[in-house]
T-cell receptor, first 111, second 114 residues
């Protein structure tokens, strides 16, 4: 069975500092990996995906993620955080017919 | 281009009743997926429809069902509602079937079961 874990319920970072939101997955074979963001009282918005190819994936709003097969990780990163990045972030993995989400990480960026 | 719309936005039902939620995808999108979001279980995949056919289904009981119409609009039905069905139900559309296509989410329907 496939699974995905986001080990941190909340990440706090100061505005202007780099941010990392962690995601690890457990699935055999070659998964598809995704990051979504959810702002208060709104649905999810797609940030980026890894299907195949370059391990460094660039997405919306300056976010990027690095696929690391040996560590089965797909951490979300941004070089300089903005207060407006404060939101709930979800990592998701697909293999076969299922799409499985992590529990979510709340990112708080303080001015 | 209009986004994904879901109706109603809020719904209050009583245990034992049934409910139907509606999702209109982005024009030209042919795939619709449904998700349940709760504080306890997080985000869980319900099912995916493409060309009026259910392609994939998550681990939910048979009380949860759906369908897709020829215009790609989709409905989700929950029968014999339980308190635990209280959740935000999200619909997402994409150009075609399969997870390689970007999904666009609607704002959700907040269902409260009393």
């Amino acid at each position: 069975a496939q699974s995905v874990a986001q080990p941190e319920d909340q990440v706090n970072v100061a505005e202007g500092n780099p941010l990392t939101v962690k995601c690890t997955y457990s699935v055999s074979g070659n998964p598809y990996l995704f990051w979504y963001v959810q702002y208060p009282n709104r649905g999810l918005q797609f940030l980026l995906k890894y299907i195949t190819g370059d391990n460094l994936v660039k997405g919306s709003y300056g976010f990027e993620a690095e696929f690391n097969k040996s560590q089965t990780s797909f951490h979300l990163k941004k070089p300089s955080a903005l207060v407006s990045d404060s939101a709930l972030y979800f990592c998701a993995v697909n293999y076969g017919n299922m799409l499985t989400f992590g529990g979510g990480t709340r990112l708080m960026v303080k001015p | 281009k209009a986004g994904v719309t879901q109706t109603p936005r809020y719904l209050i039902k009583t245990r034992g009743q049934q409910v139907t939620l509606s999702c209109s995808p982005i024009s030209g999108h042919r795939s619709v997926s449904w998700y349940q979001q709760t504080p306890g279980q997080g985000l869980q995949f319900l099912f995916e429809y493409f060309s009026e056919t259910q392609r994939n289904k998550g681990n939910f009981p048979g009380r949860f069902s759906g369908r897709q119409f020829s215009n790609s609009r989709s409905e989700m039905n929950v029968s014999t509602l339980e308190l635990g069905d209280s959740a935000l139900y999200l619909c997402a559309s994409s150009l075609s079937a399969g997870w390689t296509y970007e999904q666009y989410f609607g704002p959700g329907t907040r269902l409260t079961v009393t």
